[in-house]
C-alpha cells in the first residue's frame, strides 16, 4: 500500500469552494499582479505567491500580507490568461493563515480584525458603515491614527457628503441574517 503526501499546493487547492481553482495552470505571466489596484501594498505579487505555493513554502505564505491587501475586486481572474481563480485562492490563504495563526506574523496582521469589524456591520445593518468600520478598527488597532484620519480625510469625506455618522438599516435586514446564518451553518 503506497502512503501518499499531499504537497501544499494539493491543500490549497483542496481547500478552495467551488472546484479546482486551476492554480496549477500559473504560468508566471505576471497580469494578475499587473492588474491588482493593491499590487504595490502586497509583499509578493499573486504569481510569486502562487510559485511560493508550488515550492511547499507554506510558513512564508501564511505570513505574506499578500492575501489580505487582496480587494475582490476579481480584476486579476478576469484578466487571467489561465482562468485561475486568484480571489478565491486569497480566501482560501486567509482562512488557513488564521487556523494555522500565521497572520499574527504578517504585516497586515490585524486585518482580521478588520475583517470582522466589516462583517459585523454587514450582518447588522446589511452593508457597510465606513466611519463606524474606521472607528472601531483604528481604536482598537491604531488610536493614534484614528485622530489623524478623523481630522484629515474624514472631516473632507464628511463634508462632501461621502460619509454618513450612524448607519443605515438596509430593508430587509431578517432576511439577509437568516441568508447569513445559513450560509455559515453550511460551511461548517
Known sequence: MSSTTQTFMDLVIAATPGGDPRLEFCLQCGTCGGSCPSGADMEHTP???????????????????????????????????QNIHITDIMYTLKRMAITEGYYRESSAATAPGFSEAFIDFVENYGRSFELGLAARYHLRHHPLNAVKMASGMGLEMLRKGRMDLKPKRIKGTKQLQAILAKAKELSV
Do not use: H, K
Not at 492575501?67 to 478576469?78: D, G, N, R
Open 47 to 81: 504569481r510569486q505567491l502562487f510559485a511560493m505555493i508550488a515550492a511547499g513554502l507554506e510558513e512564508d505564505v501564511l505570513r505574506s500580507n499578500t492575501p489580505w491587501y487582496c480587494v475582490s475586486c476579481y480584476y486579476c481572474v478576469a484578466r487571467c490568461p
